[in-house]
């Protein structure tokens, strides 16, 4: 299950944000005539119909394997997230069909009807998200067995943020690397500039609103889940001025940190806003009620190192544009860009590893642990194993697939670019 | 009327939809495994121009379905995952490849037939045998469920010639949708002919196999055979799915491609209005009701209203992506 949802967010996340991004770059072209952001536009297309074929079937997977792996939790609880999942699959039905049209449709139905197919696919994408995340809501810190309690569950207007926010972020910051990493190699590439002036507003404004969102889900932890908020942080004992630890190593038999950078009542204001509020600590709760403390501090510490790290990098890009009026271009900018890309996806997936151990030993917070759910279906391991596999082929063949794409792409793109070369010069 | 026959009542159309369309592109996948003779090449791109553009939507009605069955039945949607976990996870596994070989295949045409053209029609050709299974195993009676618990392993109920013979009726049933839906939505008249020819054969196929799977019903399955030839409308029933059959068979043979189209799809519906008939009252024959193991009334009401809320999105877009995709030729063009 783990697997295939690891795999699963990552095609998932592209999948809300690249139909963005290919709507977007079908405005400027209808606005700009400009042929580049129409080459553009088809290119996401097709990055977007291999990763949304991917995420269709690895979605119907998981709908199965809720009940393959968790049959008593879908028992007990499918009344309390079916609702969600409905409306998910509605949301899911409207993108495939819209997919199907924009994908094949161009020239078959006018044009504005083919843009307002892209737009449906972008905000369906979207919708399905935002129900999928309620679910993860409900199992964080249930609003109650009522269905509809259930859907909107303390936590849920902080998770959806999150987690919409993290889609675009991550796809848009891998956008930014990728075209940094062709203009490396050929500066003279004016499609991948475009598709770097396309993508780079998208990664720097969420990089800057991520963490104000991370901020509030902090500070809702503190009140709603304070053992999470504890583990998160590797927070020992109870007590006001809590430092926060950047980095190290923590001892959970001592409380102690080995190697952390300590900041003085940090942790208690950025849990209360007060530099000596009192910040629960892990010791304020039986020890049989504990996530996997490392795990998910480690997690945790990778998700906000490269969050700090992209927002500290849209601030500079910012900075520069303002200076110089232009985006940011040449070598050290690109390897830059090239360096940071992945930390999106780093993040995403850290953060999602952060909300799952931190779940655990609960499966529903407070109302079932993950070892009452388990199928006692005795060969757990061979399905695990064999979904593992899958999993790793489909990851490694949707990679190669869309490195070839993008250097196909460039190939086209030169040699078009050559016979119509005295054409651009003019 | 109660609302567990509503929710019931929609998962029966959403599973029919499924197949009418998801399983004509499982069949498209079979043919395309079998393609032969001099326009083999030209058989596959007809069949990759057919399912493009739709696969993606018609294969949502089967998430639709699991998603009204765990929140509409939660106790039967456990019992069933539990009873069923192999035949299940390996349908999954069908489901992965042939959709992601399909897409993969389609962006790469150069190499992509090469590549991942087998994988598409190898999976597309054992996931409906295993639907078939697993359907033929929830009907046989030999899944038993006490308190909630599944007493009778994981094997046995599906591992058995009367799933298998539907398995096979399902996958003969596929291949004839696809073959005779392919008729009108090729423009070609020789390839017209292919597929005509492949959709006689399928239909032969399709009595066989059904012809088996009703004798093998009387060990293999005793609920459904009772039921299938006892109730009052067992025998009206039996002559109007027959009826629908010879016309398929008829039509095809006169090429009159459309009728045929039209009456497949009703044979098609008949049948699995035949299967959840004689189903019901279970889910799982012969421990799982509808009614015992439906969800609170509260909940079933929320999911129609659901259900109710999304069609009218739905039915629009559904029909746009149809009526830009799949406009039959005027049988004149060549």
């Given at each position: ?78 009344e309390s997230i079916g609702l969600p999942f409905a409306l998910e ?42 129900f999928?995340?309620l679910v993860?809501?409900f ?7 009522d269905p509809i309690?259930a859907m909107v ?274 | ?66 998603v009204?069955?765990?929140s ?223 969800a609170?009334?509260?909940m079933?009401?929320l999911l129609?209203v659901a ?28």
């Amino acid at each position: 299950m783990g697997i295939s949802l690891a795999f699963h967010i990552v095609f998932a996340a592209a999948g809300v944000a690249l139909p963005a991004l290919m709507v977007l770059a079908d405005i400027y072209h209808r606005r700009t005539r400009d042929p580049e952001f129409l080459l553009l536009s088809k290119q996401l297309a097709k990055g977007t119909s291999i990763l949304f074929a991917v995420g269709a079937v690895s979605g119907t997977v998981l709908s199965f394997e809720l009940g393959l792996l968790w049959p008593h939790f879908m028992g007990r609880f499918g009344e309390s997230i079916g609702l969600p999942f409905a409306l998910e699959g509605f949301a899911f039905f409207t993108e495939a069909i819209f997919l199907g049209i924009y994908l094949y449709g161009r020239g078959k139905v006018s044009a504005g009807m083919h843009l307002t197919s892209g737009i449906a696919v972008a905000v369906s994408g979207a919708a399905s998200a935002f129900f999928v995340t309620l679910v993860s809501a409900f199992m964080n810190g249930p609003g109650g067995s009522d269905p509809i309690a259930a859907m909107v569950s303390p936590s849920w207007p902080y998770q959806v943020v999150h987690v919409l926010l993290s889609s675009y972020q991550a796809t848009a910051w891998a956008m930014v690397a990728i075209s940094a990493f062709i203009l490396l190699r050929n500066p003279k590439r004016t499609l991948h500039r475009k598709a770097l002036a396309l993508a780079l507003p998208m990664a720097c404004i969420t990089a800057l609103v991520q963490p104000l969102s991370g901020d509030r889900s902090a500070k809702h932890l503190t009140a709603a889940q304070p053992l999470k908020l504890a583990a998160l942080e590797a927070h020992m004992h109870t007590g006001g001025r809590a430092p926060l630890h950047i980095g190290g190593v923590p001892d959970l038999e001592t409380g102690e940190f080995h190697g952390a950078l300590a900041i003085p009542g940090g942790l208690s204001f950025l849990a209360h806003g007060d530099f000596d509020a009192t910040v629960t600590g892990l010791d304020a709760f039986p020890r049989a009620d504990w996530p996997p403390v490392i795990k998910v501090r480690t997690a945790f510490q990778v998700m906000v190192g490269a969050g700090s790290a992209m927002a500290l990098a849209a601030l500079v890009v910012i900075a520069a544009t303002v200076r110089r009026r232009r985006l940011p271009e040449g070598r050290r900018w690109m390897l830059a860009f090239v360096v940071l890309g992945p930390l999106g996806f780093v993040s995403l997936e850290a953060g999602w590893l952060v909300t799952e151990w931190g779940r655990q030993p609960w499966i529903v917070r407070g109302l079932m642990r993950t070892a009452e759910a388990v199928t006692e279906f005795p060969y757990k391991a061979a399905a695990f194993w064999l979904f593992t596999i899958v999993y790793l082929l489909l990851g490694v063949a949707v990679v190669y697939l869309l490195a070839k794409q993008i250097a196909a792409a460039d190939r086209s793109h030169e040699a078009s670019h050559e016979a119509t070369g005295s054409a651009h010069a003019a | 009327m109660p609302l567990e026959l509503l929710l019931a009542g929609a998962m029966g159309v959403a599973l029919c939809l499924y197949f009418l369309f998801g399983g004509a592109d499982f069949g498209g996948g079979v043919w395309d495994l079998l393609a032969s003779g001099p326009r083999a090449v030209d058989q596959r791109r007809a069949i990759a121009a057919a399912i493009g553009p739709v696969w993606e939507a018609n294969h949502v009605w089967l998430i639709l379905v699991v998603v009204l069955l765990f929140s509409g039945f939660p106790p039967a949607f456990a019992a069933i995952s539990v009873a069923l976990h192999v035949p299940l996870t390996l349908f999954l596994i069908g489901v992965v490849l042939r959709g992601s070989a399909f897409a993969f295949r389609a962006l790469d045409p150069s190499t992509g037939q090469k590549r991942f053209g087998l994988l598409f029609s190898m999976a597309s050709t054992i996931a409906p045998v295993l639907l078939g299974m697993i359907v033929g195993a929830l009907v046989s009676g030999n899944i038993r469920v006490q308190g909630g618990l599944v007493t009778t392993g994981f094997f046995a109920a599906w591992l058995a010639p009367f799933p298998i013979a539907i398995g096979l009726f399902s996958l003969a049933l596929c291949a004839l949708l696809a073959a005779t839906y392919l008729t009108v939505e090729t423009t070609d008249e020789a390839l017209r002919e292919d597929f005509r020819v492949r959709a006689l054969a399928a239909a032969v196929a399709v009595g066989l196999t059904a012809l088996a799977a009703f004798l093998l019903a009387g060990g293999g399955a005793p609920w459904v055979r009772r039921a299938l030839a006892a109730r009052p409308w067992s025998w009206p029933f039996h002559l109007l799915t027959g009826g629908a059959a010879v016309t398929v068979m008829v039509a095809l043979f006169t090429r009159r491609f459309r009728l045929a189209r039209v009456a497949v799809a009703a044979q098609t519906a008949l049948i699995l209005l035949g299967w959840v008939l004689a189903q019901y009252p279970y889910l799982v024959v012969p421990d799982v009701t509808l009614h015992g193991s439906a969800a609170s009334p509260r909940m079933q009401r929320l999911l129609l209203v659901a259900l109710a809320a999304g069609v009218p999105v739905l039915v629009p877009s559904l029909w746009l992506l149809f009526r830009v995709f799949k406009r039959s030729y005027p049988s004149s063009s060549s």
